[in-house]
């Protein structure tokens, strides 16, 4: 029988993927050089985000870049590479996003408001979910008062959100090994989804 999709897989599956993305993969840049490359560029910091954020869409169905996410393979826990290949491309694109804000993407409450931008326009929801009050804003100051034991709390309802949301999209049962192309990644990589999960985190980092 397929084992299912559960919440503690999303969670590892998070943690790991975040950890490629900050401390890179073969043959792909870190986030903080992804961030790098895209500061040296024109215009104000707003605009080199959203830059930032069209090309992580147009080039993650690229075949040089889905090369690179063989890497993903390794992962220590039994979830599709679609799943785990969204993931890590989102992941990079909001944490390049907070260190263009100058933030520190090795500090925990940074990571967990970029596993909260994941979650895209039902953050506000999430918060709500959570019971946190953190005034008008979300920033990274207000996560920072706030208890170890909440920020676990947020982290566990940000992989409740996310697997709902791969179980809709019908992608809950592993029992089939995905054969990793370029299509299965290419056609996963929501554009309209990643777009504003972009928009979220240049609002919140920036």
Request: some cysteine; aromatic content about 6%; proline content about 2%.
């Amino acid at each position: 029988m397929a084992e299912k999709l559960n919440q503690g897989m999303i969670m590892k599956a998070l943690d790991y993927c975040y950890d490629k993305a900050v401390n890179g993969l073969p043959g792909l840049e870190t986030a903080e050089e992804l961030a790098q490359g895209y500061m040296q560029r024109d215009g104000s910091l707003q605009n080199k985000a959203k830059k930032l954020v069209r090309w992580q869409i147009a080039k993650a169905g690229t075949s040089g870049f889905i090369t690179g996410l063989g890497g993903l393979i390794t992962l220590p826990v039994a979830i599709p590479v679609n799943i785990t290949s969204v993931l890590y491309v989102q992941i990079r694109m909001i944490a390049a996003i907070a260190a263009m804000g100058k933030h520190d993407i090795r500090n925990d409450q940074v990571k967990t408001l970029v596993y909260m931008c994941l979650c895209g326009s039902a953050i506000t929801n999430l918060i709500k979910d959570v019971g946190i009050h953190v005034g008008s804003k979300l920033t990274v100051t207000a996560i920072n008062k706030i208890s170890g034991a909440t920020i676990t709390k947020i982290n566990q309802a940000v992989g409740f959100r996310l697997l709902t949301k791969f179980g809709e999209k019908g992608v809950v049962n592993l029992g089939k090994a995905i054969p990793f192309v370029g299509g299965v990644i290419g056609g996963t990589i929501d554009s309209i989804a990643t777009k504003t999960i972009g928009k979220v985190s240049i609002n919140i980092f920036l």
